[in-house]
């Protein structure tokens, strides 16, 4: 049976033997999504690139403690966010000051994309567009809570902030980017 048509826990097995064509196969299966993932917190072609890279090398070193509690590619996940944050900090581009101190009882609206808004209209690269121009702490929570399906305890916990910072700098951020949208939205509509 050739690698290529190998199922993921037959290739995880053989990347924990220090397989390198397994490991390729695993890389070529998987860089798409991380790149991506990489992208959306670091916003840089290149450097979503090398950090992207980075995360591999690291998860093939630490293959070992993959004990698939969780599927392949969440455990990658994981590590390419916590790559990109740290590499996001490192360049002080991201300054956890930015997430804001003030705290505020806010609740979660789960149709904030929905009020008052032509989705018709809009277009899902409108949309992603005008999370990559929001502020770096709202994007990177919008980012993690929304497209990377993290929960507030573990985005506090990614984040180093506290759970109220990380429900109150949601809140902002979705109703920063329902701006964005609404004011997106009166631009796009005809006039006639």
């Known amino acids: 049976m050739s690698i290529n048509s190998q199922n993921i826990e037959d290739l995880i097995i053989l990347c924990k033997q ?7 196969e695993v890389y070529n299966r998987y860089s798409k999504a991380m790149y991506n993932v990489a992208y959306r917190i670091v916003k840089d072609e290149h450097f979503a690139q ?5 995360a591999f090398l690291k998860a093939f070193t630490k293959i070992d403690t993959f004990k698939e509690e ?3 590619g969440a455990w990658l996940k994981k590590i390419v966010i916590n790559y990109s944050i740290d590499f996001y900090k490192k360049n002080n581009r991201f300054q ?3 997430l804001g101190t003030t705290v505020q009882k806010v609740e979660d609206d789960a149709s904030f994309f929905i009020d008052n808004l032509d989705l018709d209209s809009l277009k899902i690269s409108n949309v992603f567009d005008s999370i990559l121009n929001l502020k770096d702490n709202y994007r990177m929570v919008l980012t993690l809570f929304y497209i990377e399906g993290y929960d507030h305890e573990e985005i506090s916990e990614i984040l180093k902030i506290t759970n109220a910072n990380c429900r109150t ?4 951020a979705k109703n920063t980017l329902r701006k964005k949208l609404e004011e997106l939205d009166r631009i796009t509509k005809p006039c006639f």
């Open 18 to 24: 220090k397989n390198q064509k397994a490991q390729f």
């Open 169 to 172: 700098t949601l809140n902002r």
């Open 50 to 54: 090398d950090v992207m890279q980075e």
């Open 96 to 98: 956890l000051e930015d």
């Open 70 to 72: 969780v599927t392949f």
